[in-house]
């Protein structure tokens, strides 16, 4: 039987190259992806032709669809799991008291990077990922985890791009994971506390509490789970310090709202 692959984006730092090291240890292959070109191939050294390092900015789509295509190709028409990982703090002060106008006075478009980057490529990538799960050489179907953040349950003021894009990314699992399930694709989401990766400044990192710092083995122990258990589907688990905290959506306030949310999936199939 052929080795299990996997692409991981954002895979040069952080949690994507812990999750890189921790499949190779189970013996998957693994495409890294990642913007950073540089530490990407000196990751990617580490290791032996078990990985394929593509550099992909993921916000744009045909670098995502060139991922995925070489990706299956060179897994040998197989790709068994997508870990959605990449993301962006926010780029840009959502309070600037002093906003850049335009030549009419009008404040410029507000720079929706973190929206396209942590949102809109995480759905693209679920989109391709589906396309070539269901082709599968052999068994279709496989896993998606995608990467939100403590930021996708409890709202960030400091950031409210982020926290937007991070709350999309818990609905979108929540929305999908049972409509892909029926079909041999899970899809689950976890939201990790506070890591230490490349989203956080050195000055940062500093100062901050090391009793409030989750370990990378709490995540990682999350990714397990999801990819052991082939029910997981549609669920969101936080990771803070030593512990996996399944979060659940809010209960329905009305049989009327239940319905709306539930029952009328058979009016749109």
């Keep these: 039987m052929s080795r299990p692959v996997a692409i991981i984006t954002g895979a040069a730092s952080g949690i994507g190259l812990a999750l890189t090291r921790h499949l190779l240890s189970k013996d998957w292959l693994v495409v890294m992806a990642d913007i950073n070109t540089k530490l990407g191939t000196t990751a990617a050294a580490e290791f032996s032709d078990s990985v394929l390092f593509m550099p992909t900015d993921v916000s744009i789509y045909s670098q995502q669809a060139k991922l995925f295509s070489e990706a299956f190709a060179w897994g040998g028409n197989r790709l068994d799991f997508f870990a959605a990982n990449a993301g962006i703090a926010g780029t840009t002060d959502f309070y600037e008291p002093k906003e850049e106008l335009d030549e009419t006075g009008i404040p410029k478009a507000l720079d929706l990077t973190t929206l396209k980057v942590d949102m809109d490529a995480i759905v693209q990538g679920v989109w391709l990922f589906k396309h070539f799960a269901r082709r599968n050489k052999g068994q279709k179907g496989g896993k998606v985890v995608i990467t939100s953040s403590m930021a996708g349950l409890y709202p960030m003021e400091s950031d409210p791009l982020y926290t937007a894009a991070k709350h999309a990314l818990v609905g979108f699992t929540r929305a999908t994971g049972a409509r892909f399930h029926r079909e041999g694709i899970t899809v689950n989401c976890i939201c990790p506390a506070f890591v230490i990766t490349g989203l956080a400044p050195e000055d940062v990192l500093a100062k901050f509490p090391k009793e409030h710092i989750t370990p990378m083995s709490t995540?990682?122990?999350?990714?397990?789970?999801?990819?052991?258990?082939?029910?997981?589907?549609?669920?969101?688990v936080e990771t803070s310090l030593d512990q996996l905290n399944f979060q659940h959506p809010p209960a329905f306030t009305s049989e009327s709202n239940r319905w709306l949310a539930t029952a009328t999936k058979e009016l749109w199939e």
């Design 219 to 236: 995540v990682l122990k999350a990714y397990d789970l999801f990819l052991e258990d082939p029910e997981l589907s549609g669920q969101v």
